[in-house]
């Protein structure tokens, strides 16, 4: 089991896919979830890119692949196999042709007091639903507005 990571303990885990057109990914998202694992708000569990070329053959590389490792590696030291091949397939196949996708698994170590309670409560979650950001954007300038 990866160090620190207990069935009982672990906050909620989201998968996040972040696309590049143009396959033009520059790294500048490590230091970003870098930072978000060193000061605790997320525990990056899987890493993995997609991409795929103008006659739509697919690379995948994971994060225990060199290039990857060397790169986005330093972002956590866990290696947990959670994007499953499937997973990544499905990601390929929502890609268009010379684009990329980043694909990361994390545990939103922030929340994991949180539900720890609510289970040790007899709680349980019924819904989580994200707000999208335009409609946060147009909230907040609404706000502006008044």
């Known amino acids: 089991m990866p ?13 996040a896919v972040i696309a590049f057109e143009g396959n033009r990914f520059d790294g500048r998202i490590v230091p970003a979830l870098r930072e978000l694992q060193q000061n605790g708000t997320v525990r990056i569990l899987d890493l993995a890119f997609v991409s795929k070329a103008g006659d739509g053959s697919v690379a995948v590389l994971e994060l225990t692949d060199a290039e990857v490792a060397a790169s986005l590696g330093q972002v956590t030291d866990v290696r947990f196999d959670l994007l499953s091949d499937e997973d990544l397939r499905t990601v390929s196949d929502s890609l268009t042709e010379e684009s990329s996708a980043l694909v990361v698994a994390w545990e939103n170590t922030w929340a994991a007091q949180l539900s720890a309670a609510v289970r040790g409560s007899a709680g349980r979650l019924v819904m989580l639903e994200r707000i999208p950001r335009d409609a946060v954007v147009e909230a907040v300038a609404a706000l502006d507005g008044d």
């Not at 160090?3 to 998968?15: E, I, K, S, Y």
């Open 3 to 15: 160090r620190g990571l207990q069935a009982d303990t672990v906050g909620p885990v989201d998968v």
